[in-house]
């Protein structure tokens, strides 16, 4: 596994004069705030905060300019469900039922916190009406994600406490013992011991079946110091449902894949295949994951790993698809320049194969100064990447252009548009994207005021399109419309928390939340208790406009710094693959060219070996961008034989022979 990852040389600039302003000024805060490490919620905490129990006295959803129908599936005092990447928590089956799974803070102080499970029949009728049913008994269940097979089984996956051998949470996977019954089987993943006996917690998991009906999972560690900002390992194991018995069993242990700093990781099976997509954020910093190294959660890239076939997924062969440029102060005195790219993956992405079998990637950036160790409040960005058009980064959302966006804060792990899910409808081909972006107007926020001194804002729910693969995305539309009163009391705030939306458009987006009812999340010490309805949201795709696009006016990198050239960085089409060509001519003397294709910018070295596999010759080193690239090797101080040239670009290579004749 890499201990230092080098960073690709892909050149960026700030994204445009308007955002990097430092005397721009708003309400009370400067422009900048420091950036914060938050604390990750594993749903063990005990929170001593005020309660507020109902009835409320506030307009119902059904009094709001709401797009599409509403309905509550059931409820919870714990209303934030994940730390970052929300995951699948509703999908549709092949019977045309629904289904969700979610937290369920059955007491004021969210002690009783178990994993709750409910589904609509075709007809419109819920198996156990605005309530749900237990999936689990343990001492504590949570933080659940869900995926459906086998003719309508659903499979939570979710952390638990059993609390006999020991009080650490860890990963389970559950089976109802028949389609939309309720009657669940649990079945714990291996432990991970380190050193034996002492158990890691190996938690947050997200689950997908793939096509050849295994059972998918990765989770995230819970560091040990429990500190915020601390390196957290990643693992990945397969399981296998067994209908005659109603079992599952797993791989006889985990496999750990990568380090990261935040639980925005994501996984993505196909329909049409068994192709398998994990997506997960690493930090830029090479030292990471030293242990003598300070790190930040904010300092991300994305890297991906695509199995054709899912079988023995190999993370060495990942890939880095944002390549953001560290800071370079040999631009001083030139600060603007100094800083390089100041986009950073934040903590959220959502992972999506399409029924061409083309994986997808939308993820959230913020805007910050990684010199000064600053970012700006609020703002922040929703993007999109595929492996169609791997050279390709559009925009799904904006959310720095309006006078609010600087304050006030949204609160811990939190920016103003992020968790973006993405579903396809199979009819036509086109994408959706449904997103959460805050209500940052302040004449809507709650009274209870946050450590900025403004009160919290409320989330609404988005939806954005695209009929062109997502090379372009229509300007989301506000689906809830839920506006919070001014200065909303506890009880009185109408604020969308943990959107999800299922795979399946099938002329609706489905997509389940929390309705809050006092902004904030108060396990992260932010706001009240309050009686939270889960609601499932059903929006007509007849609602949903393909027009106007969102305009692709900021660029994901600098595409030319005068002085800095790097190779191949024009805009032309781009390739699907990383490849290397056979030289020409071959046999040849004493030159050939040898022409290779990236899909993306990249850090390249292309050498010769000779057949004892000692290196006799460096071709080339250095970034290119995506495309192909023809080089020439002059061999002239080599004797005539055959030569191995090796391709080299992060933890992947190609290599071929050639001939010299002399």
């Known amino acids: 596994m890499r201990t230092i990852r080098a960073l690709t040389t892909v050149v960026a600039l700030l994204l445009v004069l308007l955002l990097v302003l430092p005397n721009l000024t708003f309400a009370k805060y400067s422009p900048l705030m420091p950036v914060q490490e938050d604390r990750i919620i594993t749903g063990a905490?005990?929170?001593?905060?005020?309660?507020?129990?109902?009835?409320?006295?506030?307009?119902?959803?059904?009094?709001?300019?709401?797009?599409?129908?509403?309905?509550?599936?059931?409820?919870?005092?714990?209303?934030?469900?994940?730390?970052?990447?929300?995951?699948?928590?509703?999908?549709?089956?092949?019977?045309?039922?629904?289904?969700?799974?979610?937290?369920?803070?059955?007491?004021?102080?969210?002690?009783?916190?178990?994993?709750?499970?409910?589904?609509?029949?075709p007809e419109g009728a819920q198996g156990w009406h605005a309530e749900g049913t237990a999936v689990e008994t343990t001492d504590r269940g949570g933080y659940t994600t869900l995926d459906v097979d086998f003719?309508?089984?659903?499979?939570?996956?979710?952390?638990?406490i059993q609390g006999t051998t020991s009080m650490n949470a860890h990963a389970a996977v559950a089976?109802?013992?028949?389609?939309?019954?309720?009657?669940?089987?649990?079945?714990?993943?291996?432990?991970?011991?380190?050193?034996?006996?002492?158990?890691?917690?190996?938690?947050?998991?997200?689950?997908?079946?793939?096509?050849?009906?295994?059972?998918r999972v990765i989770a995230t560690e819970n560091p040990a110091s429990l500190e915020p900002g601390s390196p957290q390992r990643q693992y990945?194991?397969?399981?296998?449902?067994?209908?005659?018995?109603?079992?599952?069993?797993?791989?006889?242990?985990?496999?750990?894949?990568?380090?990261?700093?935040?639980?925005?990781?994501?996984?993505?099976?196909?329909?049409?295949?068994?192709?398998?997509?994990?997506?997960?954020?690493?930090?830029?910093?090479?030292?990471?994951?030293?242990p003598l190294g300070d790190y930040a959660q904010w300092d991300n890239d994305i890297w991906v790993l695509i199995d054709d076939d899912g079988l023995d997924l190999n993370f060495d062969e990942a890939f880095n698809i944002t390549n953001f440029f560290p800071p370079d102060t040999m631009w001083y005195p030139d600060t603007l320049m100094a800083q390089m790219d100041t986009l950073r993956v934040y903590t959220d992405l959502n992972a999506f194969i399409d029924m061409n079998d083309y994986t997808h990637v939308a993820f959230t950036t913020r805007i910050v100064f990684p010199i000064e160790g600053s970012s700006r409040w609020n703002a922040s960005l929703i993007w999109h990447w595929s492996e169609e058009n791997p050279g390709e980064y559009s925009i799904i959302?904006?959310?720095?252009?309006?006078?609010?966006?600087?304050?006030?804060?949204c609160g811990a792990w939190n920016v103003k548009a992020q968790r973006p899910s993405l579903g396809q409808d199979p009819s036509t081909g086109y994408l959706y994207c449904m997103y959460q972006q805050y209500d940052t107007d302040t004449t809507?926020?709650?009274?209870?005021?946050?450590?900025?001194?403004?009160?919290?804002?409320?989330?609404?729910?988005?939806?954005?399109?695209?009929t062109d693969g997502g090379l372009n995305w229509s300007?989301?539309?506000?689906?809830?419309?839920?506006?919070?009163?001014?200065?909303?009391?506890?009880?009185?705030?109408?604020?969308?928390?943990?959107?999800?939306?299922?795979?399946?458009?099938?002329?609706?987006?489905?997509?389940?939340?929390?309705?809050?009812?006092?902004?904030?999340?108060?396990?992260?010490?932010?706001?009240?208790?309050?009686?939270?309805?889960?609601?499932?949201?059903?929006?007509?795709?007849?609602?949903?406009?393909?027009?106007?696009?969102?305009?692709?006016?900021?660029?994901?990198?600098?595409?030319?710094?005068?002085?800095?050239?790097?190779?191949?960085?024009?805009?032309?089409?781009?390739?699907?693959?990383?490849?290397?060509?056979?030289?020409?001519?071959?046999?040849?003397?004493?030159?050939?060219?040898?022409?290779?294709?990236?899909?993306?910018?990249?850090?390249?070295?292309?050498?010769?070996?000779?057949?004892?596999?000692?290196?006799?010759?460096?071709?080339?080193?250095?970034?290119?961008?995506?495309?192909?690239?023809?080089?020439?090797?002059?061999?002239?101080?080599?004797?005539?034989?055959?030569?191995?040239?090796k391709l080299l670009t992060g933890k992947r290579s190609l290599a071929r022979k050639m001939l010299l004749v002399k």
């Open 45 to 121: 905490e005990n929170v001593i905060a005020p309660v507020i129990y109902p009835p409320y006295a506030q307009r119902g959803i059904a009094e709001t300019d709401i797009v599409g129908d509403t309905v509550v599936i059931g409820t919870t005092w714990y209303e934030n469900q994940h730390n970052g990447t929300i995951g699948r928590m509703v999908e549709k089956d092949e019977l045309d039922y629904i289904h969700f799974v979610w937290m369920n803070g059955l007491d004021t102080q969210s002690v009783q916190r178990h994993v709750y499970y409910n589904y609509i029949d």
């Open 151 to 160: 003719a309508g089984i659903a499979f939570p996956s979710f952390h638990q």
């Open 175 to 215: 089976c109802d013992f028949f389609p939309h019954v309720g009657a669940f089987l649990n079945f714990e993943c291996p432990w991970v011991y380190e050193p034996y006996p002492a158990d890691l917690e190996v938690i947050w998991p997200r689950i997908q079946f793939s096509s050849d009906q295994l059972i």
């Open 236 to 290: 990945y194991i397969t399981g296998t449902y067994i209908p005659a018995s109603w079992q599952i069993t797993y791989d006889s242990t985990w496999t750990m894949f990568d380090w990261t700093m935040t639980i925005a990781s994501d996984i993505a099976t196909s329909d049409a295949s068994n192709k398998v997509a994990v997506a997960w954020t690493y930090p830029l910093d090479p030292m990471f994951p030293d």
């Open 397 to 409: 959302a904006k959310a720095y252009d309006d006078p609010y966006y600087e304050d006030p804060y």
């Open 444 to 466: 809507a926020l709650s009274a209870t005021p946050s450590t900025q001194g403004w009160g919290f804002p409320s989330g609404e729910v988005f939806i954005s399109m695209s």
């Open 475 to 645: 300007e989301g539309i506000n689906v809830t419309n839920t506006v919070t009163p001014y200065l909303a009391a506890p009880g009185q705030c109408l604020s969308e928390l943990s959107p999800t939306m299922a795979k399946l458009v099938d002329g609706a987006c489905h997509i389940m939340y929390i309705l809050d009812k006092d902004a904030g999340f108060v396990i992260q010490e932010e706001g009240t208790y309050t009686f939270n309805n889960v609601i499932y949201h059903t929006v007509p795709i007849t609602e949903i406009e393909a027009t106007p696009l969102v305009e692709q006016d900021i660029p994901f990198h600098v595409e030319q710094i005068p002085g800095f050239e790097i190779p191949g960085s024009g805009r032309y089409a781009t390739p699907r693959a990383f490849d290397l060509r056979q030289n020409y001519p071959n046999p040849f003397n004493p030159a050939t060219s040898i022409s290779f294709s990236l899909e993306q910018v990249s850090q390249v070295s292309l050498t010769v070996y000779n057949l004892k596999g000692e290196q006799v010759a460096q071709i080339t080193s250095g970034t290119y961008g995506s495309g192909q690239h023809t080089v020439t090797f002059d061999a002239m101080d080599l004797s005539s034989g055959v030569y191995v040239y």
